[in-house]
């Protein structure tokens, strides 16, 4: 009985782990001791509990996912929520991404009773957003009014630890203001920079980059059982299409004009993106 005693006290959430615990109280004294420095490299565990911790305390960060820069708050904090809709001017009638650190961590936040087996785990992580009909549990001060939430996991190292290390979600929105080009290297969202609590950068030169990958994820509803639409075609378009297809899910051509996309989807995959970009690991 001691012995199960003893286990049962060591068996933590994830962000209070052995190593990790370490991680996030070295964060907290940076932090502490460096109050001014809003720059950092995405170096591995000790950069991510920097951004967790700052998270944690209600600030606003940017940093690299497996397509575009995105700037990111706890989804369960009203305040940085707000935050995040002032920062990028945009309209609070168009809805927020959470992003999550594993596909086992969806049903916590979404349903997903209805979806074929396995096919979250062939999709996810990778650089599609899911939309699904939302639980009670996701803040209801997060997309007021709306039964949906998209939800992403990025195949980014970095960005899932700082996830991970939370055990909760965050809202991410593109790093750019409201109808401006999204973007791929801090340099380009210079301008928000002195609203921003911390900009974590990825070692990329701006030359290499290309104007193709500024898509974005491929955004996918599911909300309607046995089928799916893409509202937006993005980076990993025809990776999506064909998983959706293999599960045996219905395509519905969609024609609304979602997160700004004034086109609308087409079943020719030969007018799709090209596949996501090769990032380093975070």
Known sequence: ????????????SPN???PIKSHLLSAKKTITFLPEN?????????????????????????????TIYGLAG????????????????????????????????IENWAHVEDL????????????????????????????????????????YDFIRSVVKMLNQPIALTSANESNAPSS????????????????FYEKMNLGTIKESWRRGSTVVDLTVAGQFSILRRGIGYQTTFRVLREHQLTYQKNTKNVAGQGEEDSEDESKAPEEMKARASG
């Open 74 to 105: 706890l989804a369960q904090n009203d305040a940085s929520v707000a935050r995040l809709y002032e920062i990028k001017k945009r309209d609070e009638s168009k809805p927020l991404a959470i992003c999550l650190w594993d596909v086992d961590d």
């Open 38 to 66: 809003k720059q950092w490299f995405c170096g591995g565990h000790r950069s991510a509990a920097v951004a967790a911790e700052l998270l944690r305390n209600g600030k606003i960060v940017a940093m690299p996912t497996d």
């Open 1 to 12: 009985m001691r012995l199960l005693a003893f286990l049962r006290s060591r068996i933590t």
């Open 116 to 155: 074929p087996d396995g096919l979250l785990q062939a999709l996810l992580p990778g650089p599609t957003t899911l939309v699904l009909k939302r639980k009670s549990s996701l803040n209801p001060h997060l997309n007021p009014g709306v039964e949906n939430v998209g939800i992403r996991i990025p195949k």
């Open 184 to 199: 791929l290297h801090p340099e380009e969202f210079q301008s928000l920079w002195p609203e921003l609590d911390g900009v």
């Open 16 to 18: 209070t782990m052995g």
